[in-house]
């Protein structure tokens, strides 16, 4: 069974990210797409089993793969077996690029998903507020496309054992040590024998999963959680100061400037209306 649904856009097209189509194929026989695929395609083998056969590589799509296809790729599909049966969403849009190579989705890649049950809810629910036909389709689309990209993401990096994902895991326990500690003196030597590496690796993992080196991202905490207080409690900025672990307010004001491009009095303001 096929059923597939195209919404139409009629001034949602210049949204970053919507949905140009969903549904589900059945795969009988084979579908050649010798010049690519005008779209950016999600593909989520419900059962069965195909090849995605491209220029460079044939992949293999058995139940609960997922298959992310850039836009334009010439490939085939070919079934292997009786059924092949498989929900794909169709996306495109204005920024949709930057987004998908943020995600790490821009490229040709293939994952076994350990859990579908979330990601079938969702594309359905896409599916039947397509089927709607309603003025406001093209936005709520667009909201539930982006919302399942994170969840894509997310699952994928929890499920995957790629070497961003390991490098996470390994860092976990001194970003935990950082988020409880926050307000504490702490140096290299300290964070890196939490997971007994050498001080240089430690800022090499940071780097390479969050851009950034370990007392940046400590420093990045702090304003957080001062800002929150600004924010929410009574204290002064000198208390505040104090209590996010800087000695100097000076030192904390210029930090958080920074990171926010106000002072902590002129962020109280806007917030909260009082000027400081």
């Known amino acids: 069974m096929t059923t597939y649904c195209y919404p139409v856009h009629y001034d949602g097209a210049a949204l970053p990210l919507y949905v140009c189509g969903i549904g589900v194929r059945e795969v009988l026989s084979t579908i050649s797409r010798n010049s690519g695929y005008p779209f950016y395609q999600i593909v989520l083998c419900l059962d069965g089993c195909g090849k995605m056969i491209t220029p460079e590589k044939k992949i293999i799509i058995r139940k609960n793969n997922i298959v992310f296809v850039p836009k334009g790729l010439v490939h085939e599909l070919v079934p292997t077996e009786n059924t092949w049966q498989l929900f794909t969403l169709d996306l495109d849009g204005s920024g ?17 998903l350990d859990k579908t049950d979330k990601l079938i809810e969702k594309l359905t629910e896409m599916m039947k507020t397509v089927r709607r036909k309603c003025s406001s389709c093209t936005y709520e689309c667009s909201a539930m496309a982006y919302d399942l990209l994170m969840l894509l993401h997310n699952q994928l990096d929890m ?16 970003v935990y040590y950082i988020e409880e500690n926050f307000r504490k003196e702490m140096t290299l030597d300290q964070l890196s024998a939490i997971i007994d590496i050498s001080p240089q690796y430690l800022c090499r993992l940071f780097r390479d999963c969050y851009k950034m080196r370990p007392f940046e991202y400590l420093a990045k905490k702090r304003i957080q959680k001062a800002k929150m207080m600004l924010v929410e409690d009574g204290y002064t900025v000198n208390e505040v100061c104090q209590l996010v672990g800087y000695n100097d307010c000076s030192y904390f004001c210029s930090v958080f400037k920074k990171y926010e491009n106000l002072s902590p009095a002129e962020f109280r303001a806007l917030n909260c209306g009082v000027d400081q």
């Open 159 to 174: 499920e995957s054992e790629n070497p961003d994902s390991l490098k996470r895991a390994q860092l976990a326990p001194v």
């Open 96 to 112: 949709i690029l930057p987004l998908l190579e943020a995600l790490k989705f821009d490229k040709l890649r293939s994952d076994k």
